[in-house]
């Protein structure tokens, strides 16, 4: 299947891909490079991506004759603790191509960050010939429940005037009572399924089995006119994207343009996401430097061949701040295309 960058189907989970390519025997110090003047530790840990109020990373430790690769975790600073529980699917290329492919649940507690499981790389992948390559190694997480460790971080506001909660939605363990008109009138999805004669709560419930009830909550009190925060905003509009609530997806674009709490890099995983050009161009020319527009590119769309990609960006991104006169704005437009390009040339074709 291939996956186009700018036009993404409609999510169906709360997941992310941590992936990593680089070589491992190099990093860690097992194969020496000639030109090489420190010791490697026998430690590495990839770049920490932004997902849902964490920052994740890999890490990789020599141990013995073989390599212990481990998922890490840690909450970002200023967000409220919680208890998530994940499902993890870890994949990893062998010599031979057949991947090694193991899935697991377990939980994360903020107050405890620690390792969210790994594999051991055994000794037959450390051989040198082996290491010369680059291993594929990824950690695909779906984020099933988060439970805030103090709940009323984040109360419901009250009802707009003239409206009642008149049903209940299951949201996995979290019965939520809810105003059918507000559901209507911001849904496109959920008033399909309360106008329908048949309607029930198990059919309400089955469509939201896949939706982390933290983040119901957010959107309904944004439903309810409560604005939209750093901390909510990546939940909520994965919600109004999977609902086809137009009006809160148009909110949360609005504020992620707006804001400065979001970082660069966040703004621009999520314009990749959401097909949205203008706020992904944005970012891209707010970069002074091919290595920081690398730093932008989430690690699941990276390739091992992107440096000609960064070459490619450096000479436009010198020849568009070269042309300060208005007479150039054509010609900037055209660079910005090809920029497109080359972006996409950084990213991975999968299959859809």
Request: aromatic share 10%; glycine share 4%; charged share 30%.
């Amino acid at each position: 299947m291939h996956m186009n960058i700018l036009h993404w189907k409609v999510p169906e989970e709360k997941s992310f891909v941590i992936q990593d390519f680089l070589n491992i025997g190099r990093e860690l110090g097992i194969v020496k490079d000639q030109e090489e003047k420190e010791e490697k530790s026998g430690v590495y840990q990839t770049q920490e991506e932004e997902y849902f109020n964490h920052y994740w990373s890999m890490h990789y430790k020599l141990v013995g004759s073989s390599v212990m690769v481990t998922l890490r975790s840690r909450v970002k600073d200023g967000v409220p603790l919680a208890l998530t529980k994940v499902h993890v699917t870890r994949h990893f290329e062998e010599e031979d191509e057949k991947p090694i492919i193991k899935t697991y649940g377990t939980s994360i507690d903020d107050r405890n960050p620690e390792e969210i499981g790994g594999f051991l790389m055994k000794a037959k992948y450390l051989e040198e010939n082996y290491l010369q390559f680059p291993h594929t190694v990824y950690f695909k997480v779906q984020i099933l429940e988060t439970k805030l460790l103090e709940p009323e971080t984040y109360p419901l506001p009250p009802l707009p005037v003239g409206l009642r909660n008149d049903m209940e939605i299951r949201v996995k363990n979290t019965v939520f009572k809810v105003s059918e008109q507000l559901l209507s009138s911001h849904s496109t999805v959920l008033q399909t399924l309360c106008d329908k004669p048949s309607r029930s709560k198990t059919q309400l419930a089955k469509f939201s089995e896949n939706v982390d009830p933290i983040d119901f909550k957010f959107l309904l009190a944004i439903m309810c006119g409560q604005p939209i925060d750093e901390i909510t905003v990546e939940g909520v509009l994965l919600l109004a994207r999977m609902y086809g609530a137009k009006v809160i997806e148009r909110k949360c674009k609005r504020f992620l343009r707006e804001t400065d709490k979001v970082s660069l890099a966040k703004k621009f995983q999520l314009a990749l996401q959401y097909g949205w050009e203008e706020i992904r161009d944005e970012c891209v020319f707010k970069c002074e430097t091919s290595a920081e527009v690398a730093k932008l590119v989430p690690s699941h769309l990276q390739t091992m061949i992107y440096s000609e990609a960064q070459a490619n960006w450096e000479m436009m991104w010198r020849n568009y701040t070269r042309n300060d006169d208005e007479t150039a704005h054509v010609k900037r437009l055209k660079e910005l295309g090809e920029l497109t390009e080359a972006m996409k040339k950084m990213c991975v074709e999968e299959e859809d």
